[in-house]
């Protein structure tokens, strides 16, 4: 059985971790085929998505047995829609719209047990498979289990450092598209807003020894950037976008072939 600390390894080494917004698929082996591709993670997306909770699950725990990361987005702080999504197969949250350190401590308490936190402590977990009695499946989640807090505010970007300071949150993340729509630049993924908040977000969560993370952009030059700036966990995009750029590529590959080859009419079948 996976868990996160390969990922924590490979940030803390300065490499990079990749993962994708699992928003449309539907079929549990939607991680195997996306760590066949080379992601580390994925994200179960309660906020942009259509997914249930019963998939959602089933799709988790297949993603730890083919050792790729199964992280969630709740649509709230909520601690009863948390503990539901961590007790049923997700090993983290990427938690949106944490603005505040006081939303961050209590995100970051409602992902663990007691005594480091108040999450709900179900009948089994089974994350690690089933070899591990329940306090010690619990004690070892409690170590494993990944937080992020979204920076997707002018607010949250001015309490970044305090953010990162909390206890039991293990990462900021920029949620790009949301931040540039609220400070009233929308879609302005090669501007100057992007820009500094990638130094912020990455220098704060530095210097709390912490991770720091993005998602949103698709320029490739702004990734660049993103990187050189620190950003290690990165959200490269989403199932769907990924399905249509491939799909797209394909299209006018077929396309160029047939602007290329001379037509060829097939002679008509001669009739006896």
């Known amino acids: 059985m996976t868990g996160t600390t390969e990922l924590r390894r490979r940030m803390a080494k300065g490499g990079i971790a990749l993962g994708c917004n699992v928003r449309f698929s539907r079929s549990a082996e939607v991680g195997a085929v996306l760590a066949a591709c080379g992601m580390q993670w994925i994200m179960l997306d309660f906020e942009h998505s259509p997914l249930s909770p019963h998939l959602a699950g089933d799709i988790a725990l297949a993603a730890l047995r083919a ?36 939303q961050a401590a209590a995100v970051a308490a409602a992902a663990r047990f007691a005594p480091r936190g108040v999450l709900s402590v179900p009948g089994s977990l089974p994350h690690f498979g089933y070899g591990l009695s329940l306090t010690e499946a619990c004690a070892r989640f409690n170590d494993e289990v990944l937080v992020f807090a979204m920076i997707e505010s002018a607010e949250a970007l001015a309490n970044a450092a305090a953010i990162a300071a909390v206890p039991g949150i293990d990462g900021l993340f920029i949620g790009a598209s949301d931040l540039l729509w609220e400070t009233g630049h929308p879609g302005d993924y090669t501007g100057p807003v992007l820009r500094d908040a990638m130094d912020r977000v990455a220098g704060a969560a530095r210097d709390a020894g912490k991770f720091s993370g993005m998602g949103g952009p698709r320029e490739e030059h702004v990734w660049q950037e993103a990187i050189a700036a620190g950003i290690r966990f990165v959200m490269t995009e989403n199932d769907l976008s990924l399905l249509m750029r491939g799909a797209r590529d394909r299209a006018a590959f077929f396309a160029r072939c047939a602007a290329t080859t001379p037509p060829h009419v097939p002679e008509r079948a001669s009739v006896a």
């Open 67 to 102: 050792g790729i990361v199964p992280l969630a987005r709740p649509s709230s702080h909520d601690p009863h829609e948390i503990a539901g999504l961590l007790t049923t197969g997700a090993l983290g949250l990427i938690v949106p719209h944490v603005d505040t350190p006081a």
